[in-house]
């Protein structure tokens, strides 16, 4: 059975001028699901995201939000809200006041005691109950951030639109807030769509990711199968680390993920059944915790990167810069990709 | 510590030239004026020391004056602002940066002629010559325009609307255009986000426009002169009158005072009134 998709994109395309920042894109978000689009800054995945919050018209196509055609809707009569990159807090409300923002702009006018019931539940899903009265510009990055999901999710979208809005936090507490972005999903059973350059964000959080490049959608799926199975070099070089050789064929590469290379010291210690070994020379190491990396040279094949798990160091050894190793792979760690 | 010691002269010497000012300028003239609104004229005119409170309590003697003054100054302030929002508004919002530049020197730029010319030019127009023939001509007679107070507003409307657009239109251009997007996408339409977000916030901006205004306004005799024919009299005129025509320098040195207090009374409520609501002092204070 086809389920009606939440937000839905026909052959839409954005141009600003002359510069094509959307070009007939066609996608579907699916109702409940965590999608993320992913792509370099001016890939049009900002630009995507505001035609779906009615910024921005698309100069063909159409845009339908829960199967009703979006165009000519204004931004205000869309059943969708955002959580904009720099949170765009109203600095002259406090936060209570900026939570409830949203609902106080409903006809008729709900009654002060329900607002106040609503913030608090709102705040208190964001783990900032307590901070009703505070201004924005008393808050850290992290709770401004808090706030502005409080004041989206607080109108119960059916889609929450997030564009980019962990850039602007440290590492550790985006870590927190990837975790936290999450959770508030699954549990609200709303639809999340997520705008990010960071791949690594994109690929934990979301139940599918959108690579976009140059305004064209390149693949969707499952963050494992983009990984796996990446469609060609650019969603292979995009979606986590990956060593590119000389492909068979024109336009053509090999591809092989670091952490799918054996390292050890001779041809000989290195496991059974591989389908290529290699004598390399190690140029760098770069220990990272669970895995170190290695950037070596082989005389052919160039350079490249080994992730070797701190695990099986005891096996595979140690080595120094300048080292002689040996490396390969199994014949499934390799693919076949097409250049673009 | 010698680096502190160095910003703290530094600090020390940058200032000094304001302090000087204010000191020989500010501080002291005032003083005297304190001093002499508690003598008595002398025989000649001008000053004679002495300590007595006649002056202040002859104050009703002027109160014309005051109540012109107190009426019409805030009135021109209030209608000041309701044509130099929109303008304002249109230039930092509607017109394309390419001619925002241009046109805000177009607003200035009466400036460039002398005051006097302006108001000359003006006395035609509301004469009887000006619009109250045109209006005669379209059937409306006996309509007196100039040495009214309405002859004043027109003029201070006029005269002080390049004060008021400057600072309305940098506290609406530096409005970050992100919150109308976010108030949209919160289901507000764009009227109510001009009420809710855009007024607000450009407050300040109308603050210090109306304060500019309103104080030059309290201080103005030239405009009444001009305008209001010696019919709507100002503090100023008052005060032109007491120290240079009757010079009775206690009596006027009183009124000054007088007018120094009734401003800073005025200011010190208007900026809490209409600052405190939204709690942008720090703003405001930039």
Request: aromatic share 10%; with cysteine.
């Amino acid at each position: 059975m086809f389920e009606q998709p939440v937000i839905a994109f026909e052959n839409v395309t954005k141009t600003f001028g002359n510069v094509h920042a959307v070009v007939d894109n066609n996608l579907a978000v699916k109702a409940g699901e965590f999608l993320s689009i992913l792509g370099p800054s001016g890939c049009g995945k900002t630009t995507s995201l505001r035609m779906m919050a009615g910024f921005e018209q698309p100069s063909s196509g159409a845009v339908s939000i829960q199967g009703q055609n979006m165009t000519g809707v204004p931004a205000f009569l869309r059943p969708v809200n955002m959580v904009f990159q720099h949170y765009a807090l109203f600095p002259h409300l406090n936060v209570a006041d900026n939570v409830s923002y949203g609902l106080r702009q409903r006809r008729p006018k709900p009654a002060d005691a329900e607002l106040a019931k609503s913030v608090a539940d709102a705040l208190e899903m964001v783990r900032l109950s307590g901070y009703e009265k505070r201004r924005s510009y008393e808050l850290s990055g992290g709770q401004q951030q808090r706030v502005a999901l409080a004041r989206a999710l607080i109108n119960r979208p059916a889609v929450l639109l997030l564009d980019e809005p962990l850039a602007a936090l440290d590492r550790k507490l985006r870590r927190e807030m990837q975790i936290e972005l999450q959770n508030l999903q699954r549990n609200l059973g709303i639809t999340f769509l997520l705008v990010t350059h960071d791949q690594e964000e994109a690929l934990s959080m979301s139940d599918r990711v959108c690579v976009m490049r140059e305004g064209r959608i390149v693949q969707i799926g499952s963050p494992r199968e983009l990984y796996d199975k990446p469609i060609n070099s650019y969603v292979a070089g995009f979606v986590g680390k990956a060593n590119f050789f000389v492909g068979p064929k024109a336009d053509t590469v090999l591809c092989v993920r670091p952490e799918l290379l054996e390292i050890s010291a001779t041809r000989k210690t290195l496991p059974q059944g591989l389908a290529d070994a290699f004598d390399v020379t190690v140029l760098n190491r770069i220990f990272l915790g669970e895995h170190t990396e290695y950037l070596v040279r082989h005389e052919s094949l160039g350079d490249f990167t080994v992730l070797s798990p701190r695990k099986s160091e005891h096996a595979s050894g140690v080595f120094d810069i300048g080292d002689k190793a040996a490396v390969g792979w199994h014949k499934s760690a390799a693919q076949i990709l097409t250049t673009t | 510590m010698n680096d502190a010691k160095h910003s703290r002269t530094l600090t020390a010497l940058l200032l000094a030239p304001a302090g000087v000012f204010f000191v020989f300028l500010l501080v002291l003239p005032l003083l005297v004026m304190l001093v002499y609104s508690f003598g008595v004229r002398a025989p000649e005119g001008g000053y004679q020391a002495a300590f007595t409170f006649d002056n202040y309590l002859n104050l009703p003697a002027r109160g014309k004056a005051f109540t012109n003054t107190l009426l019409l100054a805030p009135l021109a302030t209030a209608l000041t602002v309701l044509f130099a929002y929109p303008m304002a508004y249109f230039l930092a919002v509607k017109v394309s940066p390419r001619w925002r530049n241009a046109m805000l020197v177009l607003v200035v730029a009466p400036f460039w002629t002398s005051q006097l010319l302006r108001y000359y030019a003006w006395m035609m127009i509301l004469g009887s010559k000006g619009i109250p023939s045109w209006l005669e001509w379209i059937g409306i007679a006996d309509v007196r325009l100039l040495n009214t107070p309405y002859a004043v507003l027109i003029g201070a409307v006029y005269g002080f609307l390049p004060l008021m657009v400057p600072p309305i239109f940098v506290s609406l251009e530096k409005l970050d255009k992100r919150l109308l997007e976010a108030s949209a996408d919160l289901g507000s339409k764009p009227w109510q986000s001009f009420l809710q977000i855009t007024l607000p916030l450009s407050l300040p901006g109308v603050a210090t426009g109306s304060m500019l205004v309103f104080i030059l306004l309290m201080g103005d005799y030239i405009l009444p002169q001009f305008l209001g024919g010696g019919k709507v009299y100002f503090i100023g005129n008052a005060l032109v009158d007491l120290f240079l025509q009757s010079r009775n320098w206690p009596f006027g040195a009183a009124v000054s005072i007088a007018l120094v207090i009734i401003m800073f009374v005025t200011m010190y409520f208007y900026m809490r009134f209409v600052l405190g609501k939204t709690d942008q002092r720090r703003v405001a204070m930039v």
